[in-house]
């Protein structure tokens, strides 16, 4: 079964240090990979997309993911953290009709 | 308009009432799902209808029962809840099946209490 898992239930950054968030995927076909942020108690926003078009995958808030097949992986990215960055990031992969995530990742930015 | 509204906000319920979780979508969709979140997890999906037709119940217990009035609304009726079902119900809509326009939109979430 398709399944996405996050290393790293904590991040912590300082403000303007890079984010890496990471996201390994199980697929034996081509998936569809998101990432979402959900602010405290709000629901998911879509922060990018994978759909094969293009590896390197640009979102909003100067987030960024690339999609390695060789590592089966779609991390996330950010050069400059900033302190409203804070939240909690999920990856998920679309299997049909379902919306399958990861266990999330709780990132914290320092000043 | 890429807003899923739901409604209410808040509810707070007791284990012998019966009340129903609202959501709406005018982004032409014609998938809507139910999802459940506790605290410091990722969302659980619960039933995903397709078409108005409902496609997907993940062995939900019958307390919770959803409903497609039509492909704009989506309703989840809740009777005789537990305490362990509070939690933030999360709708959600997108495109059914795959292709590349197939993000879910997620609306804010109602946050439920049952005491």
């Known amino acids: 079964a398709q399944s996405v898992t996050q290393l790293g239930s904590h991040v912590s950054v300082s403000e303007g240090a890079l984010v890496l968030l990471r996201c390994n995927y199980s697929?034996?076909?081509?998936?569809?990979l998101f990432w979402y942020v959900q602010y405290p108690n709000q629901g998911l926003q879509l922060l990018l997309k994978?759909?094969?078009?293009?590896?390197l995958v640009k979102g909003i808030n100067g987030f960024e993911a690339e999609f390695k097949k060789s590592e089966t992986s779609f991390h996330l990215t950010k050069p400059s953290a900033h302190m409203s960055d804070a939240a909690e990031y999920f990856c998920?992969?679309?299997?049909?009709?379902?919306?399958?995530f990861g266990t999330g990742t709780r990132l914290q930015v320092f000043p | 308009d890429t807003e899923v509204t739901q409604t209410p906000k808040h509810l707070v319920m007791g284990m012998t009432n019966k009340k129903s979780l609202k959501c709406e979508q005018h982004?032409?969709?014609?998938?809507m799902y139910w999802y459940k979140q506790k605290a410091k997890k990722p969302p659980e999906l619960m039933f995903v209808?397709?078409?108005?037709?409902?496609?997907i119940n993940e062995s939900v217990p019958s307390r919770f029962s959803p409903e497609c009035p039509n492909s704009s609304l989506l309703n989840l009726h809740l009777h005789a809840l537990q305490p362990e079902d509070s939690a933030l119900y999360l709708c959600?809509?997108?495109?059914?099946?795959?292709?590349?326009?197939?993000?879910?939109?997620f609306g804010q979430g109602t946050r439920l209490t049952v005491v």
């Open positions: 697929s034996s076909v081509p998936p569809y």
């Open positions: 998920a992969v679309k299997v049909s009709d379902k919306l399958i």
């Open positions: 959600a809509s997108s495109t059914p099946h795959g292709g590349a326009d197939t993000e879910a939109f």
């Open positions: 209808y397709s078409y108005e037709k409902l496609s």
């Open positions: 982004m032409g969709h014609r998938a």
């Open positions: 994978y759909t094969s078009a293009a590896t």
